[in-house]
């Protein structure tokens, strides 16, 4: 689906931090559908909000990495990156299942299932 | 009852980014006011302001914004901020290390925090803006943290792990000034032994123009003519923003710790007009009786002062005002100078008082009186009164600063140099 100039500017601003495949990532997804590249948008994002002091780096992460006590997310740099999520891939996450996503493989599961049109399975 | 000194100042202010800078301005009558990118527009009638340097704000998001180098501000701390509270944050850390003062005393039980400042308006429509316009989901998390008054108290108190007492005063452009008296009750009284008192505003079209409505505001395009305390050709205040910190202190744990003193705090008072929501009363009354206030709160007779930093900020019926209420407090022989540091500085309304006693700080230390700016034809109904309109050799012991705000509330606070005893 082409993207309105509006939404186009609007993914930019919201990602103009980030690395160019993390928004050429984002507009595969936005334009095409294409819900295989909506992890490497997740990484792009967790690399933008994740503290320098962090014990893991993201490089080494994997599904089982916990995004608070692992990637050093705090509570609110974890509400920014859902506020920048929902506002890229225009989902919506609710505060329930926002407590069932602990992981980085949870996360990329649920936003898959999702965008995919699936029930998430958050729990 | 204890006895009070500042030992340590920070400013962020449009004639100076630290203490060097605002001293070399006030020596040399240099002015911070210049015409400001915010107020460009042919719908502007506008064009002056105090800016401050070395800071940018290019969006509301935090993290296009700037400030200069050698300041440490994490993310998780900037995304929290007001650009009153990033001022605030920067001159806390000048304040800190004026004062010599360790991590330990900062964080400290004994150790509070004063805070005064309108809040960002700036932010606070952003935030509402996106409510309205985008939706509630869609504001970012911290909407409610720098839209608000508080921000400012928040910001800082967290950022500096203050364990002591802490709150915000809000009495407009008297505020900062109330937050410095109040201070200095609390370590008078034994409650604290240290102080953070923060004055800091935004400068932006947000936070001044609104004054523009009233005709409060300068519309001169000269910065050399304009603002002009005293000045028969005076048409308004220019508005400014920034931070100043003074470290109040308990007198014995200052010389205990061989502070920096740079001066007593003796004394303060305050009293409102009970008047209007926006006029002074013409008569003076209301300041007339926080300087007597003061005065006796600090044990002092009118001719015991030397220099008067008054409100002052160039507005027609505001600087008369003034001028009734020192004139029926000092009728002796010996007059106090008296200046307006606002028409090098621009107004900082809720900033403003810490600014001036920062000011009067610098005075009192390096003994200077500092010059009432762009005066070229004294206001008759002024003349009587001892303007500094050039520079004099007087080294003044013992310094008024006077502060009012919207809705008549005034305060004054006293100080004095500090010959080590």
Redesign the interface.
């Known amino acids: 689906m082409a993207l309105s100039e509006k939404e186009l500017a609007e993914i930019k601003q919201e990602l103009r931090?980030c690395s160019p495949e993390t928004l050429a990532a984002a507009l595969r997804y936005r334009e095409h559908g294409d819900v295989t590249a909506v992890p490497a948008v997740i990484y792009g994002l967790i690399e933008l909000y994740q503290?320098a002091t962090a014990k893991h780096p993201l490089k080494d992460a994997n599904d089982e990495t916990r995004l608070v006590e692992d990637l050093g997310l705090?509570s609110?740099?974890l509400?920014?990156m859902v506020?920048s999520i929902?506002?890229v891939l225009k989902v919506?996450i609710g505060n329930e299942e926002l407590k069932e996503i602990l992981t980085l493989g949870k996360l990329n599961q649920f936003l898959h299932e999702k965008l995919a049109g699936v029930t998430p399975t958050a729990s | 009852m204890k006895r009070v000194v500042v030992s340590g100042l920070g400013c962020i202010t449009s004639i100076g980014n630290n203490r060097a800078e605002v001293l070399r301005s006030l020596r040399e009558c240099r002015t911070g006011i210049e015409p400001f990118a915010d107020f460009a527009g042919d719908d502007i009638p506008i064009k002056l302001a105090g800016t401050v340097k070395g800071f940018t704000f290019p969006s509301a998001r935090f993290d296009d914004w700037t400030y200069p180098a050698g300041y440490q501000i994490g993310r998780d701390q900037l995304r929290a901020m007001t650009p009153n509270a990033l001022y605030a944050f920067c001159a806390m850390d000048q304040a800190i290390r004026d004062a010599q003062l360790t991590s330990d005393l900062v964080s400290n039980p004994r150790t509070g925090l004063l805070c005064a400042s309108g809040g960002s308006m700036w932010l606070a429509y952003e935030n509402l803006h996106t409510i309205v316009t985008r939706g509630v989901n869609r504001v970012q998390p911290m909407a409610t943290v720098n839209s608000i008054p508080g921000s400012l108290y928040i910001n800082i108190v967290a950022g500096f792990k203050i364990k002591g007492g802490s709150m915000g005063c809000s009495s407009a452009c008297s505020s900062s000034a109330h937050a410095l008296g109040l201070a200095a009750d609390m370590i008078r009284l034994n409650r604290q032994e240290m102080m953070f008192v923060v004055g800091a505003e935004d400068c932006n079209r947000f936070n001044i123009l609104p004054f523009a409505s009233i005709r409060a505001l300068s519309v001169q395009t000269d910065p050399a003519k304009s603002p002009c305390a005293f000045d028969i050709k005076r048409d308004g205040f220019v508005g400014t923003g920034g931070a100043a910190v003074l470290v109040v202190e308990e007198l014995e744990h200052a010389l205990r710790r061989g502070a920096p003193i740079c001066a007593e705090v003796l004394g303060w008072g305050q009293a409102s007009d009970g008047y209007n929501v926006v006029i002074p009363d013409p008569t003076g009354d209301g300041l007339r009786r926080a300087i007597e206030n003061a005065l006796l709160d600090a044990r002092l007779q009118p001719g015991d002062v030397d220099y008067i930093n008054a409100h002052a900020t160039s507005t027609v019926a505001g600087d008369i005002s003034e001028c009734h209420a020192l004139r029926q407090v000092f009728r002796g022989d010996k007059q106090p100078w008296v200046s307006s540091t606002k028409s090098l500085t621009g107004h900082g309304l809720s900033l403003a008082g810490a600014m001036e006693a920062t000011i009067c700080c610098l005075a009192l230390q390096e003994r200077f009186t500092p010059v009432s700016a762009n005066i070229t034809e004294l206001d008759p109904a002024c003349a009587d009164i001892r303007i500094v309109t050039e520079a004099v050799s007087d080294a003044p012991q013992i310094v008024l600063t006077n502060s009012s705000g919207f809705g008549g509330t005034n305060v004054c606070v006293a100080l004095k140099r500090w010959d080590g005893n």
């Open positions: 931090r503290p705090d609110l740099s509400l920014e506020f929902e506002g919506q």
